[in-house]
């Protein structure tokens, strides 16, 4: 069974950085595509960044240089490392993983608040 826990989510100072972990079970790293993807209020979730099955990392044009995303094959999770946080980048964060290519599974989504 998939399942999906993000934590720290928080109030951060814009220029500041925060790491979002996401512990995943039920997941094979080398089979899932893992990503982070975020939420505001009347908006669509998007796509913050990604990594693939083979290693492969994609970031959404508004945090590349800034976010990082790795997995740690130990802890079976999945980081989201944000420096040089902005005011936009304020929002509910959702791990994601598209289990064999073939089932999205979510997490509950941890909230990020940025203080300018």
């Known amino acids: 069974q998939v399942q999906l826990v993000e934590s720290g989510g928080g109030l951060v100072q814009a220029g500041g950085s925060l790491t979002l972990s996401c512990a995943a079970s039920g997941v094979i790293f080398s089979l899932d595509d893992m990503g982070w993807y975020r939420q505001v209020p009347g908006k669509q979730r998007e796509l913050v960044a990604l990594v693939t099955r083979d290693g492969n990392t994609n970031y959404a044009e508004a945090v590349k240089g800034r976010f990082t995303i790795s997995r740690d094959f130990v802890k079976n999770t999945v980081l989201l490392q944000m420096n040089a946080v902005k005011p936009e980048d304020a929002a509910v964060y959702y791990c994601?993983?598209?289990?064999?290519?073939?089932?999205?599974?979510w997490g509950q989504g941890t909230q990020v608040s940025v203080s300018s």
């Open positions: 994601n993983v598209n289990h064999l290519r073939r089932r999205n599974y």
